[in-house]
DNA sequence: AGTTAAACCTGGTTGC
DNA sequence: TGCAACCAGGTTTAAC
């Protein structure tokens, strides 16, 4: 499911209506990506702040009696979703992580698995820190400069499209974005980063954004899981130039869209208007 | 050091 | 119809 787009939809879902709510109780199915690890005996009586995200990470803050308590690190994996609902049912098959409060039931529905719910006694303290510090810059972050995203493409010698699923030129982007900002930049997923020129990098960090916006402001992309907290699939994929295309004219130049494996992903794009 | 496979897990679709 | 093979939004970990 869940990139950058999906999980901050997610958040945007969650974080006003949840601002300021108390805990009630945690509930855990089936084990996830990681185990819970050492969080509080009781979440009863726990308060949740300002619900945040950096790249895929949603990280959800608690206090007690207004001193910070430590928090809880989500990632939604490949399947994951969040739900918040007033009278939440009893938990089904796929509903591995609830967190009940004053103004309803957080759950988390993950088919496969590999989205996780960990507690950090502050996003500086392991497990959180180790997990974020890999993270590149936030793509709409004004620091993130096309020089500064050139200078780190020219540190790469790996697939442009390998490097921005990597995430530490810039974050956010995973399968489905980056073959789509590759074909709208017009950049060949092949093309090693380093080979990348300061206006072509320039046209891909502001294709990286257009991308993840224009998504955002869709709902996301729901292949197959993904859903708002309310339940609603995004609407991005019926957009995609290329993405699941296969096949398909290049809505640019006509040509049959194209499906190569790259770093063990489904790549798409237009060998005609994405050049090396 | 830097890049590339293997692993985690379930379920839907495709093809023989 | 049955069953095997393949595919799917991610990313840590181990192996070249």
């Given at each position: 499911?869940?990139?950058?787009?999906?999980?901050?939809?997610?958040?945007?879902?969650?974080?006003?209506?949840?601002a300021g709510a108390q805990v009630?109780?945690?509930?855990?199915?089936?084990?996830?990506r990681w185990p819970l690890g050492r969080a509080p005996a009781s979440?009863?009586?726990?308060?949740?702040?300002?619900?945040?995200?950096?790249?895929?990470?949603?990280?959800?803050?608690?206090?007690?009696?207004?001193?910070?308590?430590?928090?809880?690190?989500?990632?939604?994996?490949?399947?994951?979703?969040?739900?918040?609902?007033?009278?939440?049912?009893?938990?089904?098959?796929?509903?591995?992580?609830?967190?009940?409060?004053?103004?309803?039931?957080?759950?988390?529905?993950?088919?496969?698995?590999?989205?996780?719910?960990?507690?950090?006694?502050?996003?500086?303290?392991?497990?959180?820190?180790?997990?974020?510090?890999?993270?590149?810059?936030?793509?709409?972050?004004?620091?993130?400069?096309?020089?500064?995203?050139?200078?780190?493409?020219?540190?790469?010698?790996?697939?442009?499209?390998?490097?921005?699923?990597?995430?530490?030129?810039?974050?956010?982007?995973?399968?489905?974005?980056?073959?789509?900002?590759?074909?709208?930049?017009?950049?060949?997923?092949?093309?090693?980063?380093?080979?990348?020129?300061?206006?072509?990098?320039?046209?891909?960090?502001?294709?990286?954004?257009?991308?993840?916006?224009?998504?955002?402001?869709?709902?996301?992309?729901?292949?197959?899981?993904?859903?708002?907290?309310?339940?609603?699939?995004?609407?991005?994929?019926?957009?995609?130039?290329?993405?699941?295309?296969?096949?398909?004219?290049?809505?640019?130049?006509?040509?049959?869209?194209?499906?190569?494996?790259?770093?063990?992903?489904?790549?798409?794009?237009?060998?005609?208007?994405?050049?090396?």
């Open positions: 499911m869940p990139e950058l787009p999906e999980v901050e939809v997610t958040r945007r879902g969650i974080a006003a209506p949840l009630h109780a945690l509930r855990l199915g089936k084990p996830l979440f009863a009586g726990l308060r949740i702040g300002d619900i945040t995200r950096r790249g895929k990470y949603l990280w959800m803050p608690l206090a007690r009696q207004g001193l910070a308590e430590g928090g809880l690190l989500m990632h939604l994996g490949m399947s994951g979703s969040l739900a918040l609902q007033a009278d939440a049912p009893e938990p089904g098959p796929h509903d591995h992580f609830d967190l009940v409060t004053d103004r309803g039931t957080l759950r988390l529905n993950d088919p496969r698995r590999f989205g996780a719910v960990v507690w950090s006694a502050s996003m500086d303290d392991a497990p959180a820190a180790p997990l974020l510090a890999r993270l590149g810059p936030e793509p709409f972050d004004p620091e993130l400069t096309a020089a500064r995203f050139h200078a780190a493409l020219r540190q790469r010698r790996a697939p442009i499209k390998a490097v921005l699923l990597a995430g530490d030129a810039v974050v956010g982007a995973g399968n489905i974005y980056a073959c789509e900002a590759l074909f709208q930049a017009g950049i060949h997923p092949a093309l090693r980063a380093d080979r990348i020129s300061l206006p072509r990098a320039d046209r891909l960090l502001a294709a990286v954004r257009g991308t993840l916006g224009r998504a955002l402001a869709l709902g996301g992309s729901t292949l197959r899981d993904f859903t708002d907290v309310h339940g609603a699939s995004g609407a991005y994929q019926a957009e995609a130039a290329v993405y699941g295309r296969e096949g398909q004219p290049c809505p640019r130049c006509g040509a049959a869209v194209k499906r190569r494996v790259m770093s063990q992903r489904s790549t798409y794009f237009c060998a005609a208007c994405q050049k090396r």
